[in-house]
């Protein structure tokens, strides 16, 4: 015979309809140091590895730590460094940063069911993908 406890708090936090019709955005930010800086013009090097990323991404625009917007002028040699312009000048110690968003959408969730006593491995959703309820 199973004896009931108390219920115990798991987890809390809000909830939002999982509507497909809400954009969703997941956002990672790329980084590089510029090595070589005269005044608003910054070589950055560590944010890509060849020269074809440089291109692709040539486009989006660039900021830095402590506030400066730019964008890629052109790619330097073959491993990943470009030359950036800034609207400011830029120091040494400055990061430079890419953010680079992409759309999630939301999981479709089906009900979780403990496996019943004396099963194994039972998963609780029937071979059709409908949810077994047990009264």
Same mark, same amino acid.
């Given at each position: 015979?199973?004896?009931?406890?108390?219920?115990?708090?798991?987890?809390?936090?809000?909830?939002?309809?999982?509507?497909?019709?809400? *954009?969703?955005?997941?956002?990672?930010?790329?980084?590089?140091?510029?090595?070589? *800086?005269?005044?608003?013009?910054?070589?950055?090097?560590?944010?890509?590895?060849?020269?074809?990323?440089?291109?692709?991404?040539?486009?989006?625009?660039?900021?830095?730590?402590?506030?400066?917007?730019?964008? *890629?002028?052109?790619?330097?040699?073959?491993?990943?460094?470009?030359?950036?312009?800034?609207?400011?000048?830029?120091?040494?110690?400055?990061?430079?940063?890419?953010?680079?968003?992409?759309? *999630?959408?939301?999981?479709?969730?089906?009900?979780?069911?403990?496996?019943?006593?004396?099963?194994?491995?039972?998963?609780?959703?029937?071979?059709?993908?409908?949810?077994?309820?047990?009264?």
């Amino acid at each position: 015979m199973r004896t009931r406890t108390a219920p115990q708090l798991v987890a809390m936090g809000t909830f939002f309809n999982p509507d497909t019709t809400r *954009v969703i955005a997941k956002r990672i930010v790329l980084s590089g140091h510029p090595f070589r *800086v005269h005044r608003k013009t910054a070589s950055v090097r560590y944010m890509f590895f060849d020269a074809d990323d440089v291109a692709f991404f040539k486009p989006v625009q660039l900021h830095t730590k402590h506030g400066r917007s730019g964008h *890629v002028r052109e790619s330097l040699g073959t491993h990943g460094y470009f030359k950036a312009y800034f609207d400011g000048p830029v120091t040494q110690m400055d990061t430079v940063c890419m953010a680079l968003y992409k759309r *999630v959408y939301p999981r479709w969730s089906a009900l979780w069911r403990a496996p019943a006593e004396g099963k194994e491995g039972g998963s609780g959703v029937d071979v059709n993908g409908d949810v077994m309820m047990q009264d």
